[in-house]
């Protein structure tokens, strides 16, 4: 067996033509060059890359659900605000970044930043 990679999909065939599933593809009228591979694999190319069909080669090439990640320059962004003023609050700054408070408390988690309130008791 011998595979060829399109853009959008793997396509296996055999030397001889005996690849039924190919050959169902092929329209009838074509009898005589039913048996030429590499006429079944141009005609399943063409169907391919002509269609809307967009068929991943992997797992991992799937689109991922859930929310989009924080890009990288807005956690920067974040991580700037609170050196420069450490009592900013998580939800002004997930307003003024456009995100969640939880998300600002998130990427101040991930550096190592743990919010806390200094009570009467720690101030002695």
């Known amino acids: 067996m011998k595979a060829l990679r399109s853009p959008r999909l793997l396509i296996k065939y055999s030397e001889n033509g005996t690849n ?3 050959e169902k593809l092929v329209s009838s009228s074509d009898e ?3 048996g030429n591979s590499t006429f079944l694999v141009m005609i399943i190319l063409l169907l391919v890359l002509n269609s809307d069909l967009c068929l991943p080669a992997h797992v ?6 859930g929310r989009p ?3 990288e320059n807005t956690q920067l962004d974040v991580m700037l605000q609170v050196q420069d003023n450490p009592h900013s609050r998580t939800r002004q700054m997930g307003i003024d970044f456009n995100l969640s408070h939880t998300s600002v408390r998130n990427i101040l988690h991930k550096q190592k930043f743990h919010p806390y309130k200094i009570t009467l008791m720690q101030e002695l």
């Open 20 to 22: 039924t599933r190919v």
């Open 32 to 34: 005589e060059n039913k």
């Open 60 to 65: 991992r090439d799937l689109p991922k659900s």
């Open 69 to 71: 990640p924080v890009p």
